[in-house]
Every structure is written in C-alpha cells, then in structure tokens.
C-alpha cells in the first residue's frame, strides 16, 4: 500500500522498508531573474547516506548527481545574442544498480546521460540570431574515469560504466573494487571535446524550415590514445510544431 500513496519523496519510506526498486529522488529549479537571466537546475540523490559524507572517506554508495546552469539574453547589450553555460557533475556507479537490467538504461543506451556516470561536464552556447540569419557556437568540455585493467588483466568498475553491475542478484557481496576510498573521476581518466560551428538560414518561419551549414570538431585523449575528427555537415531541416488540445 505504500507505492499507492501520491505523497513526494515517500521514497526513504520505501527504503527504510526494504524495497529493492532502483528509485531516485530529484529536484528541479528554473528562476529568471531581472526578465534577462535564467538560473537553472537539477539536484538527484540515487543512494546517500549523511555519515559517510560527512566522514569524507569516499564510501562508493554515495550516489549523486546535479546540474547547474545559467543564460543570459541580449548577452552584452547585444539584441538576439544569448549565452548560456551549464555544468553538470554525476559522482561514480550513480545511476547503476544490483544488475545491469535495474540500471537507468534503455535499449543498451544510458537514459541520462551518454557519459553514464563518474564525469564532469561543462556545455555552452553562444546564439546570435539577425532576421532570418542564425548562428551558433557550441563547446563541450568532459572529464570521466573509465574502467581500466588490473594486475590480473580484467577491467575494474570504477563507476563509470553503468551497465555493470555493482553486486550479486538480492544481497550478495558488493562488486566495487573499493568499498571506501573512491574519488571523482577515478580509473583511466579520459578528456573530451566537442566544438560545433553552425549557420543557418530560416526558409519558413510558420514549419521553422531552414538550411544548416555546422562545422564539428571532436577530440578525446587519455594516457593511452589521441583521437582528432573533423565533420562537416549540410541540413536541410524543419520542426513542426506539437500542439495539444486535450486540456
């Protein structure tokens, strides 16, 4: 009867009682502010437990992520030019469970994010729009740890990969490589970058059809490997609006 009743974060109720369930608790914000500036957020708690965050010993259990970011509109006195600037910050073996098949995925692919888990990510946007000329600049700065081999030559799970999962089926032993000590970004640390490039020019405004020329750079390294890729690409594109009337 407990799953019946509607009341918000019921959840440690749940827990207390021994529910099994992978559920997460969030909380979302928007706020603008002086009708030129958007503060937003996201704060989620998958597993937390206040003593051992307080103890600062790194105990792996402590599963949390948030996201914080920000825009500003008409971006230094200029009409039309908007920047706007988000991190987003996701603790190792958040989003994960006992088994793969309880993690946040679907159809083999992370539901919040593609960097899974154990990352830090910063993402801005630099719009400029000028009749029916549109541009944009987009850089995506990431760190993660990923899984690396250890001295026996299998992959350690440092939290990253949420499709591993963390312990035996019901109450089995815990399948971490350390129960306490774990840090953000820890195991082979990798570092991405993204920088997209676009113009655009809106051909109707009633369908938002428009024709894109996008520029992208991609960039990933680690101690292990270099990789540099350049992409060019032309859209021809159109966004139809989803309007509802069931209200």
Same mark, same amino acid.
């Given at each position: ?5 509607? +009341? ?10 021994g529910?099994?369930? *992978? ?45 914080l ?11 039309? &030019?908007?920047?706007?600037?988000e991190?987003?910050?996701?603790? =190792? ?5 006992? %088994?793969?098949?309880? $993690?946040?995925t ?8 593609? &960097?899974?888990?154990? !990352? ?12 029916? #000329?549109?541009?944009?600049?987009? #850089? ?9 081999? @250890?001295?026996?030559?299998? &992959?350690?799970?440092?939290?990253? *990969? ?6 035996? #089926? ?6 971490? =490589?350390s129960?306490?000590?774990?840090s ?5 640390? *990798? %570092?991405? +970058? ?10 109707n405004?009633?369908? *938002? ?6 520029? $992208? ?7 292990? #490997?270099?990789?540099? %890729?350049?992409? +060019?690409?032309?859209? !021809? ?8 009337? @069931?209200?």
């Amino acid at each position: 009867m407990n799953y019946l009743n509607p +009341v918000i974060f019921l959840r440690p109720v749940e827990f207390s009682r021994g529910s099994p369930d *992978n559920v997460l608790i969030g909380f979302n914000f928007k706020a603008m502010i002086l009708k030129k500036y958007q503060l937003y957020g996201q704060l989620m708690l998958d597993d937390f437990s206040l003593t051992e965050v307080k103890s600062g010993n790194g105990w792996w259990g402590n599963k949390q992520a948030f996201q914080l970011g920000w825009k500003f509109f008409d971006f230094l006195g200029i009409r039309n &030019l908007t920047w706007q600037n988000e991190l987003n910050f996701v603790r =190792p073996y958040t989003f994960g469970h006992f %088994t793969a098949e309880q $993690s946040y995925t679907h159809y083999a692919q992370p539901v919040a994010h593609p &960097l899974g888990a154990n !990352f830090i990510e910063n993402v801005q946007f630099l719009r400029y729009r000028i009749k029916r #000329i549109g541009l944009e600049g987009k #850089i995506v700065y990431a760190q993660y740890g990923a899984d690396r081999l @250890d001295s026996t030559g299998a &992959l350690t799970n440092v939290g990253q *990969n949420i499709f591993v999962g963390t312990a035996e #089926i019901g109450s089995g032993p815990t399948k971490v =490589p350390s129960i306490y000590g774990n840090s953000m970004l820890q195991g082979l640390k *990798n %570092t991405l +970058v993204y920088a997209d490039l676009t113009a655009s020019y809106l051909i109707n405004t009633r369908t *938002n059809m428009r024709v894109e020329l996008t520029f $992208s750079r991609r960039m990933q390294h680690n101690e292990f #490997i270099e990789k540099n %890729t350049n992409w +060019v690409f032309f859209t !021809f594109r159109t966004a139809l609006p989803n309007r509802y009337y @069931d209200f």
